[in-house]
C-alpha cells in the first residue's frame, strides 16, 4: 500500500524559515509530478508549488521567490523550502504525488498534512 509521509511542519515567526520533507513509502513503479498544497481555516486547498519528473517547477504566486520544490527521485521524496514565511502562509500543507502503480494507472495520493502556523 502505497504512502504519503510528511514532516517538517512547525510554528514559526514571521521572516523565519521552514523545509517540508514528503516521502512516498511501498510499492510503486514510478512518480510522475510531485507537489505541496495548502488549506487555510475557511478558504479552499490551493496549488503551492509543483514539480515534474524532468524538474519543471510551477508555483503560486504568493510562493514565487520566496519557496523552493525540490525532489530525490531515488529516495521517492519531494521538498519544499520555504523562506521568508508571513502569517498569511499559515495552513495545513499536503503533498501530493501521482503514482503510477504496477498495475493501476496514475493516481493521486496526499499526504496527511502537516500544520504551518507563522506568528506576526
Known amino acids: 500500500q502505497v504512502q504519503l509521509v510528511e514532516s517538517g511542519g512547525g510554528l514559526v515567526h514571521t521572516g523565519e524559515s521552514l523545509r517540508l520533507s514528503c516521502a512516498a513509502s511501498?510499492?510503486?513503479?514510478?512518480?510522475?509530478?510531485m507537489g505541496w498544497y495548502r488549506q487555510a481555516p475557511g478558504k479552499q486547498r490551493e496549488l503551492v508549488a509543483e514539480i515534474s519528473p524532468n524538474g519543471h517547477r510551477n508555483f503560486a504566486d504568493s510562493a514565487k521567490g520566496r519557496f523552493t520544490i525540490s525532489r530525490d527521485g531515488a529516495k521517492n521524496a519531494v521538498y519544499l523550502q520555504m523562506n521568508s514565511l508571513v502569517p498569511e502562509d499559515t495552513a495545513v500543507y499536503y503533498c501530493?504525488?501521482?503514482?503510477?502503480?504496477?498495475?493501476?494507472?496514475?493516481?493521486?495520493?496526499w499526504g496527511q498534512g502537516t500544520q504551518v502556523t507563522v506568528s506576526s
Open positions: 511501498g510499492i510503486l513503479h514510478s512518480i510522475d509530478n
Open positions: 501530493n504525488a501521482e503514482i503510477r502503480l504496477l498495475t493501476k494507472p496514475v493516481t493521486p495520493y
